[in-house]
């Protein structure tokens, strides 16, 4: 089965600052990957994914992520951190013996202060 | 607008009751899910249907049941046989088959405190 291990249950950073989160996964088969972000209480909602058409993925909100096969890494940057980036991010990879279901990392809380 | 709307928002229920939880999607979409959050480790997967009639298995789902009846709606039962359920719910749904690199969208989520 798939998996994705996000190192750093808990990243923090000052207004300004770079953001990396880190996020590995495994995977037999070329993965569709995938980032969330998900604030208290809510639902989840999606930052990005990578399918293939090309490894520096853009999304909303000025964050992007790189695709590197030979780490087998997808993690997500943002070169200016703002204080409405708090929340937290969960690392997603699509896994074909559940169907088109993902399978989600545990979690890095980002935290951005002034 | 589309989306998903999960209910009730927050639950509380007494050991040993069974419970639903509602979730209707007017996306039109084939592929539906739930998840299961609690802190620190992540949406775990309890059941997903790729179509209506038809559901399977995820990684916990012990004590938990759902059914496919309509495309719309997805509920998730949980049992008595839970044996610790008290968590954050979410359901999901997706065009499935018919887009395997689509994204999944997500409700607002159920809280379910078992007393």
Same mark, same amino acid.
């Given at each position: /089965? =798939?998996?994705?291990?996000?190192?750093?249950?808990?990243?923090?950073?000052?207004?300004?600052?770079?953001?990396?989160?880190?996020?590995?996964?495994?995977?037999? @088969?070329?993965?569709?990957?995938?980032?969330?972000? =998900?604030?208290?209480?809510?639902?989840?909602?999606?930052?990005?994914?990578?399918?293939?058409?090309?490894?520096?993925?853009?999304?909303?909100?000025?964050?992007? /992520?790189?695709?590197?096969?030979?780490?087998?890494?997808?993690?997500?940057?943002?070169?200016?951190?703002?204080?409405?980036?708090? /929340?937290?991010?969960?690392?997603? @990879?699509?896994?074909?013996?559940?169907?088109? /279901?993902?399978?989600?990392?545990?979690?890095?809380?980002?935290?951005?202060?002034? | 607008?589309?989306?998903?709307?999960?209910?009730?928002?927050?639950?509380?229920?007494?050991?040993?009751?069974?419970?639903?939880?509602?979730?209707?999607?007017?996306?039109?979409?084939?592929?539906?899910?739930?998840?299961?959050?609690?802190?620190?480790?992540?949406?775990?997967?309890?059941?997903?249907?790729?179509?209506?009639?038809?559901?399977?298995?995820?990684?916990?789902?012990?004590?938990?049941?759902?059914?496919?009846?309509?495309?719309?709606?997805?509920?998730?039962?949980?049992?008595?046989?839970?044996?610790?359920?008290?968590?954050?719910?979410?359901?999901?749904?997706?065009?499935?088959?018919?887009?395997?690199?689509?994204?999944?969208?997500?409700?607002?989520?159920?809280?379910?405190?078992?007393?």
């Amino acid at each position: /089965a =798939q998996s994705v291990t996000q190192l750093g249950s808990h990243v923090s950073v000052s207004e300004g600052a770079l953001v990396l989160l880190r996020c590995n996964y495994s995977s037999s @088969v070329p993965p569709y990957l995938f980032w969330y972000v =998900q604030y208290p209480n809510q639902g989840l909602q999606l930052l990005l994914k990578y399918t293939s058409a090309a490894t520096l993925v853009k999304g909303i909100n000025g964050f992007e /992520a790189e695709f590197k096969k030979s780490e087998t890494s997808f993690h997500l940057t943002k070169p200016s951190a703002h204080m409405s980036d708090a /929340a937290e991010y969960f690392c997603a @990879v699509s896994d074909p013996q559940a169907g088109t /279901a993902l399978i989600f990392g545990k979690g890095t809380t980002l935290s951005v202060s002034s | 607008d589309g989306g998903i709307t999960q209910s009730p928002k927050y639950l509380f229920r007494k050991e040993g009751q069974n419970v639903t939880l509602s979730c209707e999607q007017n996306l039109n979409h084939d592929a539906m899910y739930w998840y299961r959050q609690d802190p620190g480790q992540g949406l775990r997967l309890i059941y997903y249907s790729q179509i209506v009639n038809d559901f399977q298995k995820g990684d916990i789902a012990e004590g938990y049941s759902v059914s496919r009846e309509k495309k719309e709606s997805f509920p998730l039962t949980v049992t008595s046989a839970q044996k610790n359920p008290t968590a954050f719910y979410l359901c999901a749904s997706s065009k499935g088959r018919e887009r395997p690199d689509g994204e999944l969208f997500f409700g607002e989520g159920s809280r379910l405190t078992v007393l």
